[in-house]
């Protein structure tokens, strides 16, 4: 396996000296988060997407869900105090990120944006979420990135 890549969020996670494990995989092409379970011998539960999202007055935020789970846009609206909260499409979620979408991460994204994470996920003993790249996860323990993102707790899992 080639060697880990240095993106922004690694340089965020040693900035503020997280201790993380570094993960390659073989990327497929829509596969998500089922793919990297499999490739790395963990529950889908514990793998986290990054979402990058819009409110009505076409503000960007990030999401973190569970793998295995959807973001209901409705509740989370409710939740944040927007009219309605949808998806970016690709292009407008790599201009907020900074990242490839397949290879979001919430960490040293492009523009300081609101997070807000799913409340399932912060009980979890670890974590493995995008490193920067496609084919590249980390993991990390939930309080790490509680302590460096300072996320919203959401319940919006369907």
Partial sequence: MSKAPVTQAIRQLRQHEVNFSEHLYKYEDKGGTRVCAR????????????????????????????????????????????????????????????????GTSPFGTRHAMPVYIEEGITTLERIYINGGKRGFLIGIQPKDLMRVLKPVIVDVAV
């Fill in 39 to 102: 490739e790395l011998g963990v529950e889908e539960h514990a793998v986290i997407k990054t979402l990058i999202m819009e409110d009505d007055q076409k503000q960007p935020l990030i999401v973190l869900m569970h793998g295995d789970k959807e973001v209901s846009t409705r509740n989370l609206a409710r939740q944040i105090g927007a009219k309605h909260v949808e998806p970016c499409d690709p292009k407008t979620a790599d201009r907020h990120s900074g990242y490839m979408v397949g």
